[in-house]
């Protein structure tokens, strides 16, 4: 896989913070971080979508009437 080095901004406490943890191990906790953040994103989209539409169909799932 690919990586690239980013820069971006952090306020001072969530930096100091992240100082407390190893430095081998703040790129995967940022990493990890992010990723669950964007799939927590992605999710809601998806169910905003979704609002108000039937999530199954009787016809396919009879056993749920």
Known sequence: MA???VTFTLPD???????KVPAGR???MVK???ERE???QAAVKALKRLRGKPIWNERYHPNLR
């Open 13 to 19: 406490e969530l930096v100091r913070r992240l100082e």
């Open 38 to 40: 964007l799939d927590r």
């Open 26 to 28: 703040r790129s995967r």
């Open 32 to 34: 990890e971080a992010v």
């Open 3 to 5: 990586v690239e080095k």
